[in-house]
């Protein structure tokens, strides 16, 4: 019914840039809100960043000041654009939303995850 697809990871060194991209598709009415989460090897999936449908954000401390999370205007898009990458950054970054289908169901929908491995 719906699916989320991440993509812009990668391998960048420790000081780059990237930006990551969650695309909704599907039955969607509205996304009322939306989250990154990584995991590191042998580590517990952790919430990096979230938006909510007002627009609010919140994000890790380990993350603030460098990571920001947005929506396009069309809001089947989230993005997380990270800046000053530390090599603590490297993970599987994964996409949730939360999905209103018009018909009364709001349902929780994972990405399959995206690989961002930063170097020092």
């Known amino acids: 019914q719906v699916q989320l697809v991440e993509s812009g990871g990668g391998l960048v060194q420790a000081g780059g840039s990237l930006r990551l991209a969650c695309a909704a598709s599907g039955s969607i009415f509205s996304i009322n809100g939306a989250g990154w989460y990584r995991q590191a090897p042998g580590k517990q999936r952790e919430l990096v960043a979230g938006?909510?449908?007002?627009?609010?954000?919140n994000y890790a401390d380990s993350v603030k000041g460098r990571f920001t999370i947005s929506r396009a205007n069309a809001k089947n898009t989230v993005y997380l654009q990270m800046n000053s990458l530390k090599p603590e950054d490297t993970a599987v970054y994964y996409c949730?939303?939360?999905?209103?289908?018009?018909?009364?169901?709001?349902?929780?929908?994972w990405g399959q995850g995206t690989q961002v491995t930063v170097s020092s």
């Open positions: 938006i909510t449908s007002g627009g609010s954000t």
């Open positions: 949730n939303a939360a999905v209103n289908n018009g018909l009364g169901i709001i349902s929780y929908y």
